[in-house]
């Protein structure tokens, strides 16, 4: 956002001195007269607020448009609700409520007292950036997860750091019943930035909340339906945890991660993937394994997935069918083939075409023996499904 240095003489001081509207009244009133809608503004000769009017403030509600104190000698000076300097001048503007600071020119990257990570609030995003000793190269996967979550929910997928950070972060995906999603990463200190953006409209520094899990400060936020918690732990691992849950229900999940330290899961193979299938991805955790297998045809390209986990895993919603594999129960549950697929276009040609998750079926089942569960999740028929998680077994 363009910042603006030369402020016209009509808001001098207006930077330094002004305050909400509905702090205005009380103070200035005790020693002069108050009026309100009183000036017409105007930016480079184009009238941006008439005399007279009132304007909307960001919570809906009606405020003078301006503001004209007149002191006992008879001086005037005119005022403006800051968030109106700001969309006028192209000045950023925000909030720290902790130590009540009205900031222009936005939330800078701020150093937050009893933690190593940097928090920036500023643009519509969330931002935190490790700022303790460089950050070392690590062999392993980070093993924190939550270990109690509330009813039906269950694991859905991982996913891990991109190869320009490996083993730095690791994220778990839940579900319920095929419905909500509730997502946990943990970020090992790294030279890369972590955060998102919500778009340049949403004001996250004052969306934030103080929160505490574990006995150390943490940040909540609620935004457009969606809730995020962050906090870090006294090794410097940044956890972000975010879904739909309300703040309590947040702060108890986050309350249970700890670092899982168990043995290696046993490796399983498919033996008999359908004929033009290719592994293009694997993922392997001490807590889960999840692989992606694909066939491509020009721009067509046809995807499915398979796992395994000591956790049980998220079931769609709906019915399933009871079926057996190797004489195992599992459960059906039937894609819509008819669901539209997903088209990537570029410079108007169509570049992919992919199945999209609606016309997934799913098979899940878990051995008696091992306690381990698997899902299958392929855009084929029962039968052709089944035969495949037959052929999987321990290498």
């Known amino acids: 956002m363009n910042k603006t240095k030369n402020i016209p003489p009509f808001l001098g001081g207006v930077a330094a001195t002004l305050l909400a509207v509905s702090c205005l009244t ?46 006992a000698a008879g001086g005037k000076t005119n005022y403006l609700p800051i968030r109106t300097v700001s969309e006028l001048l192209g000045v950023e503007i925000g909030y720290d409520s902790a130590t009540k600071t009205i900031l222009l020119g936005g939330q800078p990257a701020e150093t937050v007292s009893g933690r190593q990570w940097t928090r920036e609030l500023k643009d519509g995003g969330i931002h935190y950036s490790w700022a303790g000793n460089p950050a070392q190269e690590y062999s392993s996967l980070p093993a924190f997860r939550p270990t109690a979550l509330p009813k039906d929910w269950a694991v859905y997928d991982i996913g891990t750091s991109p190869l320009s950070a490996p083993n730095a972060s690791i994220r778990w995906i839940y579900q319920k019943n095929g419905e909500g999603t509730l997502t946990f990463t943990c970020y ?137 594999v190797s004489g195992i129960q599992a459960q059906y549950w039937k894609g819509d083939p008819n669901a539209s697929g997903i088209t990537a276009v570029v410079n108007g040609e169509v570049v992919l075409t992919s199945g999209s998750e609606a016309q997934m079926s799913t098979l899940l089942w878990t051995d008696p023996e091992t306690k381990i569960s698997f899902r299958l999740q392929a855009p084929l028929d029962r039968d052709e499904m089944i035969r495949m998680a037959e052929s999987i077994s321990a290498k």
């Open 26 to 71: 009380t103070a200035l009133a005790a020693s002069g007269k108050v009026s309100y809608n009183f000036s017409n503004v105007a930016l480079n000769g184009e009238t941006k607020i008439t005399a007279g009017a009132d304007i909307t403030a960001a919570n809906g509600q009606k405020v003078p448009g301006t503001i004209l104190f007149t002191d």
């Open 188 to 324: 090992r200190p790294n030279n890369r930035t972590c955060g998102e953006t919500f778009g340049v409209d949403v004001d996250t520094a004052a969306l934030r909340r103080e929160a505490t899990v574990q006995g150390r400060s943490a940040d909540f936020y609620q935004i457009d339906g969606r809730t995020i918690l962050v906090w870090e732990d006294a090794a410097g691992n940044l956890f972000w945890l975010s879904g739909t849950l309300d703040q309590t229900a947040l702060e108890q999940i986050a309350n249970s991660v700890k670092e899982v330290k168990e043995s290696a899961l046993p490796e399983f193979q498919m033996k008999n993937a359908p004929e033009g299938f290719k592994r293009s991805a694997s993922i392997v955790t001490t807590g889960m394994v999840s692989e992606t297998w694909e066939a491509k045809s020009g721009v067509n390209s046809t995807r499915f997935t398979w796992s395994y986990s000591r956790e049980s895993q998220a079931a769609p919603k709906g019915t399933p069918q009871a079926v057996t």
